[in-house]
Nanobody, 118 residues
């Protein structure tokens, strides 16, 4: 039972752009924070960006100024616009959605590969 579906990854040249989407199940109730994480080959998963329930974004220093996270609560979807991509951005990107249930629950997307060539 997949409850988060990611899309938008792919292969892009350095300097290019991609837009990732992550759509949550319409059965979800109130959604709190939503975020994007990435994991490069052989590395630990790291936070890329988070957007709060109220639309306040936070970014990792490595992507600040290049990436933009946004959300559409009517669609229960979080987006990550990635501009000025560089090879070091190559990773599997995972979305994470926090659902304000009792207890609070977090769900992960299946991951989407982003590869940036030099």
């Amino acid at each position: 039972q997949v409850q988060l579906v990611e899309s938008g990854g792919g292969l892009v040249q350095s300097g290019g752009s991609l837009r990732l989407s992550c759509a949550a199940s319409r059965s979800f109730g109130t959604i709190g924070n939503m975020g994007w994480y990435r994991q490069a080959s052989g590395e630990q998963r790291e936070l890329v960006a988070v957007i709060t329930r109220f639309g306040t974004p936070n970014y990792a220093a490595a992507v600040s100024g290049r990436f933009t996270i946004s959300r559409d609560d009517a669609k229960k979807t979080v987006y990550l616009q990635m501009n000025s991509l560089a090879p070091e951005d190559t990773a599997v990107y995972y979305c994470n959605v926090e659902v304000w249930a009792t207890p609070i629950r977090a769900y992960w997307g299946q991951g989407t590969q982003v590869t940036v060539s030099s």
